[in-house]
């Protein structure tokens, strides 16, 4: 389509969210709110990036299983806590047999848990796979700083 921007292509909102879960947590939230505040719609875009869960199941599971090795148990077993069965489910079964005994048995110690702790052990999590997994999105951006 070339009624498309640049902005289309790329997906912008992935490409930041992507940037901005490489930050601590304090400049993700100062960041996020900055862009709130002149763009709110594309502050709810991003947001919605830095949390989604699918990003973990879309993964192969070597990749999972290298990124979970780079986070405490306790971030992955709340993650998991906020997510659905399939996508809890999904997970745990290609993490390898020592995480899925850690984790489960952590899941399974934990009390309610606060949006809050949820939405920062997300987005430790979504650093670590980030940071570790190697990913389509990862590769999306190598080959367009080649480009």
């Known amino acids: 389509m070339e009624s498309e921007t640049q902005d289309e292509l790329i997906n912008g909102p992935e490409v930041a969210a992507q940037i901005i879960l490489r930050m601590d947590e304090n400049t993700q939230e100062r960041l996020v709110q900055a862009i709130a505040e002149s763009a709110p719609e594309l502050a709810g875009q991003i947001e919605a990036r830095l949390f ?43 993490l390898t047999p020592e995480q899925r005994s850690e984790i489960i048995e952590e899941y399974k ?39």
Request: glycine share 2%; aromatic share 0%.
């Open 52 to 94: 989604d869960i699918t990003k973990i199941t879309a993964l192969a599971p070597q990749s999972i299983q290298r990124a979970i090795a780079h986070v405490e148990s306790r971030d992955v077993a709340i993650t998991l806590k906020a997510a659905s069965v399939d996508e809890r489910q999904d997970i745990i079964g290609r």
């Open 109 to 147: 110690t934990l009390p309610k848990v606060n949006i809050s702790d949820v939405r920062a052990s997300r987005r430790r999590v979504l650093r670590a796979i980030s940071e570790h997994a190697e990913s389509k999105l990862q590769r999306q951006i190598v080959k367009t700083r080649i480009a």
